[in-house]
């Protein structure tokens, strides 16, 4: 691999010129999918979307819920919630913020190519009371309203998207485009100043934001750098500030590193190998006839065929945490141990589950990866090729960038998947019913790209998403992720630990959904 010096070489014109005091460079290794806020729901391009756009609730450095363009909200009843909005707020286009932007987003955001519709849903109706009144009118009791109305349900103009024509979310899967998809007009703290996807994205302070900066960045450049020694060597040559995905192999070396600094923290997401078992045959598969993941002692199998210790200590350099649970944080399950304890790796068992379901000489089969998405997500797919073609299965990685590999998944075009899944809500909920359930109307099963349907875990699913009592709902949660994990519909790998990269003169704020808040950072 090449050295960091020599990357730097590669680096250089990478960054947006030289360093004023107030400027923020950083970079990841992949770029944000679309500035449509309601289009895509992906941890990068919420995250910056979430700069120039607000939803009505925030959350603060703890991902607690705290106002954001709302000033208050209570329970009326069961079924309502009364918002009050946050006076004399203007979008960035200078147009006022109003309680029928509220309704337009929220009817925007329940649209079919919106894939933040299942939230959306969650929510119920808006209705707008006065210009700063909102009331939510739910179909059925939400347990978690609140965390709902804080998922990325970004408030938009409604005049301004009229005018250019953006009332709906644009269709990224089918690679349309729309003015919001290079352009953005929020109430946020950041405004989108311009947009050359893959290759710069810049916003500017706006200065008329309602809230109090807590940092002092006035500008910020974003550069996708796809290779992690380029990445790097930009870093500690001085050329970017920071980086939100150094790769685990060069972290213990950047503790050392001159003039740079390790912000560590967990991140609330669960990486896990995703398999289509609703076709009779699979697409990509030397099986006819036949589909092998609809079996579930060949699930079993290759579960058992994962050395996940090996994949933490030698691939991720003790930057993971393995697990058997398929929830974002082990708070989704309750800590559980039942839903969080793995089958053990035990070659044997794999070897012998696969016969006994009819391929003792094993299958083929290709497992789509992103390789700019997760960390070590690429790397992570050819150590499973290895490990599995131990028991006879041989996998072909087809490894391609996000910007290719969700529209892919969007359309079910794979037989085996690599996902991740996670955010600022540890309820379970949130995986629940968008991930886990079998796809159905308004968002339910949006992410379910395996088309996996269980009908005990649909019912016990159900039943939880609008169980009032603790108690009951508890137990009903419980016992869905219990009957998931025994089945292995998913094969859970681990959750990610995130060592955020920075100048030592560039202060951040780490926060569990490794989400990066332009106005908490401040560059000396």
Known sequence: MKSWITCALLAAGLAAGSAGAQTLRWASQGDPQTMDPHSQNELLTNSMNGQVYEGLVGRDRNLGLVPALATEWKQTGPLT??????????????????????????????????????????????????????????????????????????????????????TRPLDFKNKEESYASFNANGTGPYMLASRAPGIKTVYKRYPNWWGRFEGNVQQVVYTPIANDATRLAALVSGEIDFVVDPAPRDVPRLRSTPGVKIVDGPENRVLFIGMDQQRDELLYGSEKRRNPFKDVRVRRALYHAIDIETLKTKLMNGQSVPTGGITPSPLGSYNDPAIESRLPFDLAKARALLAEAGYANGFE??????????????????????????????????????????????????????????????????TITPVLRAPGEKGVGAFNYGRVKNDRFEELAKASSAEPDPKKREDLVKAALREYTQQAHLLPLHRQVIPWAARTNVDVVHRADNWLEFAWVTVK
């Open 81 to 166: 919630w009364r918002f009050k909005l946050r006076p004399n707020v203007k979008f960035h286009d200078g147009s006022p913020f109003t309680a029928e932007d509220v309704v337009f987003s929220m009817n925007r955001a329940k649209e079919p190519t919106s894939q933040i519709s299942v939230y959306a849903n969650a929510v119920g109706t808006a209705v707008a009371i006065d210009p700063l009144t909102v009331e939510f009118r739910l179909p059925q009791v939400n347990p978690i309203f609140l965390q709902h109305i804080a998922a990325p349900l970004w408030i938009m103009s409604k005049s301004w998207s009229e005018k250019n024509k953006v």
């Open 365 to 430: 089969v290709t497992l789509d990866c992103p390789n700019n998405r997760y960390v070590n997500d690429e790397e992570i797919c050819l150590a499973l090729a290895q490990m599995w073609a131990k028991v006879g299965v041989k996998l072909r990685v087809n490894a391609m960038p996000r910007a290719v590999y969700f529209p892919k998944l969007e359309k079910f075009d794979t037989s085996l998947y690599m996902l991740g899944w996670g955010g600022a809500i540890t309820d379970a909920e949130v």
